[in-house]
């Protein structure tokens, strides 16, 4: 599975994520720092990675590119949450859910739960 961080996550989350065997790219790592959300979305659509971010807008299925099936994973959590506690949940998320619960769909991190609703079919 392919993960695409946003860049309003910490930059320690990617080396994490790579650790648990994901394929992961930081947006700011890649040339995207501060590019508008569609070419977010372009480099997503082409590599087929989940988008993992703090920007709401992601989470609207009706702006997503048609060829997008990957999902999306948006953290909501408090903007004073300190970056081990925003990584924690992530990783946790991640060891607890199979691919093909979260491949597809829009997936919310919260305190206490993290909930997913189909968006899209895989082909």
């Known amino acids: 599975m392919n993960i695409l ?5 910490p930059r320690s989350l990617a080396p994490q994520i790579a650790e648990l065997g994901f394929t992961v790219q ?13 070419e977010v979305m372009a480099t997503a659509t082409a ?6 971010t ?10 997503w590119d048609e060829n997008f099936t990957a999902g999306v994973i948006f953290i909501n ?17 991640l060891t607890q859910r199979t691919a ?15 909930l997913s609703r189909q968006a899209r079919r895989r082909p």
């Open 54 to 63: 703090k920007d709401r807008g992601f989470t609207n299925v009706k702006t």
């Open 5 to 9: 961080v946003d860049e309003n996550l």
């Open 100 to 114: 093909t619960s979260l491949l597809g769909a829009v997936t919310t991190v919260e305190l206490r739960r993290a």
């Open 26 to 38: 930081d947006v700011r790592d890649i040339g995207l720092r501060g590019q508008p959300d569609t």
């Open 47 to 52: 590599t087929d990675a989940i988008i993992l």
């Open 77 to 93: 959590l408090p903007d004073d949450s300190p970056a081990s506690f925003v990584n924690a949940k992530i990783i946790e998320l």
